[in-house]
């Protein structure tokens, strides 16, 4: 079965570091997004990325954050320069527009950012 | 703004019981709503998506049920065992296109052999 993959598992930066995390969506979809979890919290919304563009976006996602698609397969969510409470877990996810089953929406296993 | 909660935060059943978890979400015009389950550090695995124009879905033991005017869904799990110990998360997409899922705190479930 089709799933999304995510790299690396776990990322340990310091602070003011940037990091790029890496997404590889389920192929025939056309929406992406990342979420986050920090410890103990809930699952927040960061980005949603369509036909090149993010499509919506949460008032996290400030300028330090950015996306891109860099080739037909990888989905990337950039920090530019980290701050300790950029520390979650970061989701990505993606969806296709399928008539019934609108915008369901596949997860990865996360990527685990610590930053120092 | 939307909000998504859940009842009750924890529970604790012995093995076989049926259950039942809540969500509650305070603005009705969502697109679907969609179970998940999320094991201790771990990713999310989706368990049933109910369209907005639903009002049940069902897999196996689960049962989902979705009433939009009163803004809950419930998630009822038949004959429970200790492998359904995990943290179920309710998620609701709303949002301008659609795409935004909006989570609740989830409902953190633990079954006793």
């Known amino acids: 079965e089709p799933e999304v993959t995510q790299t690396p598992s776990h990322q340990v930066t310091q602070m003011g570091q940037e990091v790029i995390l890496r997404c590889v969506p389920i192929?025939?979809?056309?929406?992406f997004y990342w979420y986050r979890q920090i410890l103990g919290q809930k699952v927040e919304f960061l980005v949603s990325?369509?036909?090149?563009?993010?499509?919506?976006k949460s008032e996290i996602f400030d300028d330090q954050f950015s996306v891109e698609r860099p080739d037909g397969s990888n989905f990337t969510l950039k920090i530019r320069s980290t701050k300790l409470e950029d520390s979650a877990m970061y989701f990505c996810?993606?969806?296709?527009?399928?008539?019934?089953?609108?915008?369901?929406?596949?997860f990865g296993p996360g990527t685990r950012l610590t930053v120092t | 703004k939307q909000e998504v909660t859940q009842i009750p935060a924890a529970l604790s059943v012995p093995e076989g019981e049926n259950l039942v978890l809540n969500c509650s979400f305070t603005?009705?015009?969502?697109?679907?709503l969609q179970w998940f389950r999320q094991d201790p550090g771990k990713g999310l695995t989706s368990l049933l998506l109910?369209?907005?124009?639903?009002r049940e879905q069902t897999s196996g033991r689960l049962n989902a049920s979705l009433d939009k005017s009163s803004g809950r869904s419930t998630l009822y799990i038949a004959a429970s065992q200790p492998g359904d110990s995990a943290t179920y998360l309710c998620?609701?997409?709303?949002?301008?296109?659609?795409?935004?899922?909006?989570f609740g705190p989830g409902t953190r479930l633990s079954v006793l052999p």
């Open positions: 990325f369509y036909n090149n563009e993010i499509s919506e």
């Open positions: 109910i369209q907005s124009s639903q």
């Open positions: 192929s025939n979809h056309l929406y």
């Open positions: 998620a609701v997409l709303a949002g301008n296109y659609g795409q935004n899922f909006v």
């Open positions: 996810a993606s969806s296709a527009h399928i008539p019934g089953r609108t915008y369901e929406q596949y």
């Open positions: 603005d009705s015009a969502i697109y679907n």
